[in-house]
C-alpha cells in the first residue's frame, strides 16, 4: 500500500457494525467465552487453591503453588522448554525459507502439486507420525540400516547411532511437526513479493546479499513472524514428542502439567503451572510482534 492509499484509506469514514454484523459474529464470541475465556478462568482460579491430606481442592487463597515453580528442578524444566522450542523454531526457519522461496517463486502450474506435498504430514495421524520416527531413529531402525549398507557405518561411523529416546530426538519430532507451520505463512509473504523491488535493489547496486538482508527480508517478515508464533508458541507446551522420542528422559513443561493433572492429582499447582505456560505465550508473542507496525 503507498502512501497515498494509506491517507485516503485513513479518511474513509468507518463504519460501525450493526446488528446483523453483531449477530453474525456471536457463534465466534460464545465459542471463544466457553470454550477459551471460561476454562482459562477457572484454571487461574484453581491456580490460588491448594490440596488438602486426601488429594481434595481445597478453596483457599495461597500463593505457593506459583512460588514452587521457581525451584530449581520446575524452573530448569521451563528454561529447557524454552531452549527446546527456540531451537525448533530456528531450525524451522533457515529449514523453511529456502522452501517456501522455493514454491512461491515456482510457475502457478507447480505451486499447488508443491504445497500438496507440504501438506502430505497432515492426512496422517500426528501419533502414527511419531512412532514412524520411533522405528527411523532406534538403534535397529531404518537410518542405521540405511548408513550400514551405503558404508558409512564402519567406515566413517564405528558404531550405529544411538540417537532414540535423546534430546536430539525431541528437537528431530519438533522440527519434523511444525515445519510445515513455518514454511505455509512465509510462502504466503513470498508469493505476493514484487520482483520490480528486488530488480530495482540491484539496478541500485546492491548485491544479492544485501538485496536478500534489505529487501526481501523486511519485505517476508509478517509471513516470518507468523511462523515463528505458530512454532515457537506451541513447542514450548508439547508432551506427547517429548514422551515418545524422548522415552520420558527429557521431559517439558507439557510434561509436568499432563503429570499434575494425572499421576499427581496436584490441580492446583498443574493449574499454576498452565498459567505459568500462558503468562510465557503472552511475553513471546509481544516479543515477536512489538516491532511490527500497528
Not at 92 to 97: E, H, K, S, T
Not at 224 to 252: E, R
Not at 265 to 282: D, K, R
Amino acid at each position: 500500500m503507498t502512501p497515498l492509499d494509506q491517507t485516503v484509506s485513513d479518511n474513509l469514514p468507518r463504519r460501525e457494525p450493526g446488528r446483523v454484523g453483531w449477530l453474525l459474529l456471536a457463534p465466534m464470541l460464545l465459542w471463544m467465552l466457553l470454550f477459551v475465556i471460561a476454562p482459562n478462568v477457572i484454571l487461574l482460579v484453581y491456580s490460588f487453591c491448594e490440596n488438602d491430606q486426601n488429594e481434595h481442592i481445597k478453596w483457599t487463597f495461597t500463593l505457593e503453588n506459583y512460588g514452587r515453580i521457581f525451584d530449581s528442578s520446575y524452573f530448569g524444566i521451563f528454561m529447557r522448554s524454552v531452549g527446546y522450542a527456540a531451537l525448533t523454531t530456528a531450525l524451522c526457519v533457515l529449514m523453511g525459507y529456502p522452501v517456501a522461496w522455493f514454491i512461491g517463486r515456482a510457475p502457478d502450474v507447480w505451486r499447488n502439486r508443491l504445497l500438496t506435498v507440504v501438506m502430505i504430514p497432515f492426512w496422517t495421524s500426528f501419533l502414527i507420525r511419531t512412532f514412524a520416527w520411533i522405528l527411523i531413529l532406534r538403534q535397529q531402525g531404518f537410518m542405521n540400516a540405511f548408513l550400514q549398507s551405503s558404508g558409512v557405518i564402519p567406515h566413517l561411523i564405528e558404531l550405529p547411532l544411538d540417537i532414540l529416546y535423546s534430546p536430539t530426538a525431541v528437537v528431530i519430532g519438533l522440527v519434523y511437526s511444525y515445519l510445515p507451520f513455518m514454511i505455509l505463512p512465509i510462502y504466503g509473504s513470498v508469493e505476493k513479493l514484487d520482483n520490480s523491488l528486488v530488480e530495482a535493489a540491484f539496478d541500485l547496486g546492491a548485491g544479492p546479499a544485501r538485496a536478500f538482508s534489505r529487501v526481501i527480508i523486511p519485505l517476508t517478515q509478517p509471513g516470518i513472524v507468523a511462523g515463528v508464533l505458530l512454532v515457537f508458541i506451541p513447542a514450548i507446551g508439547m508432551f506427547a514428542i517429548s514422551d515418545l522420542l524422548g522415552g520420558k528422559k527429557t521431559p517439558m513443561i507439557g510434561n509436568v502439567i499432563q503429570q499434575q493433572f494425572g499421576a499427581a492429582n496436584n490441580w492446583p499447582f498443574g493449574a499454576a503451572l498452565g498459567m505459568a505456560l500462558m503468562a510465557m505465550f503472552v511475553v513471546g508473542f509481544w516479543f515477536v510482534t512489538r516491532k511490527q507496525p500497528a
